[in-house]
């Protein structure tokens, strides 16, 4: 049996990571500009609800890959179970979204079986039939095209934040969902799963979030917050920041976004006092709508934003919080 490009579905007690379909993306459009055949394969334990939704999108098959092992994620029975599924199928290339999960797997993984892995991709394209992914380097200010000569199965994970996860391509029809068997008696699992890095406390995954307000150096105090956070609160968004409020610690790292924070492509981005840095930039310039508020018409942030209001926040905020109370009758 052999798979063009095999791509793994990311997925929490029966909920799947939306990252996955933004990898979906790159892997749907590059099993179309080389005429190769894409599958996914879903690990855990009654899985059955998030192979069923990813079967909704354009893909040739979906595999279960079930075992009690796999019930809680451990980098040990994800690299037994991975390294067996794709000894089966035999892709070309395998497909991930850029975790915290892949990225304590994933190199273990390719270790395993002697392969190659480039990681945190932003891109890709296709030159004389080779593909070609693009990388950032030097906190993003540059980007690089890397080749891999490597014999396949090539390993690859993409940027969150990198592709639009509602431009995943759907099916008429659903793919068919087929369960693979693998033994998993000979994989010693070292290592016990405790709490959730993303559930400890004050941490927030924002790659998730529909909706964030942002926060930079335009609010000049850490007392200032208080109206961005009843902005985010009236709009139903998380709160976020640029690097020098977390530096301050006037919130909390995990609310950082950029090259040094976390990457993300909400539907909207509502950047507040925040100039553009390209440090920031790298984090958030795939959202669907980006509306900049900064007293400087200048500032960087205006070059990629959809809706740029130039004025004092402190103007502006107050009213964008009136109105949107007012819309949900508050």
């Known amino acids: 049996m052999s798979e063009g490009i095999l791509l793994f579905?990311?997925?929490?007690?029966?909920?799947?990571?939306?990252?996955?379909?933004?990898?979906?993306?790159?892997?749907?459009?590059?099993?179309?500009?080389?005429?190769?055949?894409?599958?996914?394969?879903v690990f855990g334990s009654g899985v059955s609800a998030v192979a069923a939704?990813?079967?909704?999108?354009?893909?040739?098959?979906?595999?279960?890959?079930?075992?009690?092992?796999?019930?809680?994620?451990t980098p040990d029975a994800y690299t037994g179970a991975l390294k067996q599924v794709v000894q089966q199928l035999d892709?070309?290339?395998?497909?991930?979204?850029?975790?915290?999960?892949v990225r304590d797997f994933a190199p273990r993984l390719t270790a395993a079986l002697n392969k190659s892995l480039v990681g945190d991709c932003i891109g890709y394209k296709i030159e004389g039939g080779a593909l070609l992914l693009t990388r950032q380097i030097f906190q993003g200010k540059i980007n690089t095209d890397v080749s891999v000569s490597s014999e396949p199965?090539?390993?690859?994970?993409?940027?969150?934040?990198?592709?639009?996860?509602?431009?995943?391509?759907?099916?008429?029809s659903a793919s068919r969902i087929e369960t693979l068997s693998i033994d998993m008696s000979g994989v010693e699992v070292r290592s016990k799963p405790e709490e959730k890095f993303q559930?400890?406390?004050?941490?927030?995954?924002?790659?998730?979030?529909?909706?964030?307000?942002?926060?930079?150096?335009?609010?000049?105090?850490?007392?200032?917050?208080?109206?961005?956070?009843?902005?985010?609160?009236?709009?139903?968004?998380?709160?976020?920041?640029?690097?020098?409020?977390?530096?301050?610690?006037?919130?909390p790292m995990d609310r950082q976004i950029g090259s040094s924070g976390q990457t993300?492509?909400?539907?909207?981005?509502?950047?507040?006092?925040?100039?553009?840095?390209?440090?920031?930039?790298?984090?958030?310039?795939?959202a669907q709508t980006i509306v900049a508020i900064n007293k400087d018409a200048e500032a960087p942030i205006f070059d990629i934003a959809d809706y740029g209001i130039v004025g004092d926040l402190f103007e502006i905020v107050p009213a964008l919080i009136a109105e949107a109370r007012k819309s949900q009758g508050q």
């Open 9 to 41: 579905v990311e997925q929490r007690d029966g909920v799947l990571n939306r990252t996955t379909l933004e990898a979906l993306v790159a892997a749907q459009r590059i099993a179309t500009e080389t005429g190769q055949k894409l599958s996914a394969a």
């Open 153 to 172: 199965p090539i390993f690859i994970s993409f940027q969150a934040g990198s592709y639009r996860a509602d431009q995943a391509a759907a099916s008429e």
């Open 264 to 286: 993300v492509a909400p539907k909207l981005y509502l950047a507040v006092g925040i100039s553009g840095a390209i440090q920031h930039v790298v984090g958030m310039k795939n």
């Open 91 to 101: 892709p070309k290339y395998v497909i991930f979204s850029h975790t915290y999960q």
């Open 199 to 251: 559930e400890a406390k004050q941490a927030v995954d924002l790659t998730q979030a529909e909706r964030i307000v942002s926060v930079g150096r335009g609010i000049k105090s850490e007392e200032n917050l208080r109206l961005v956070k009843d902005l985010a609160e009236a709009l139903g968004a998380e709160l976020a920041a640029s690097r020098p409020i977390c530096d301050n610690e006037w919130l």
């Open 53 to 73: 939704e990813i079967a909704a999108k354009a893909l040739e098959a979906v595999y279960v890959v079930e075992d009690a092992k796999l019930a809680e994620y």
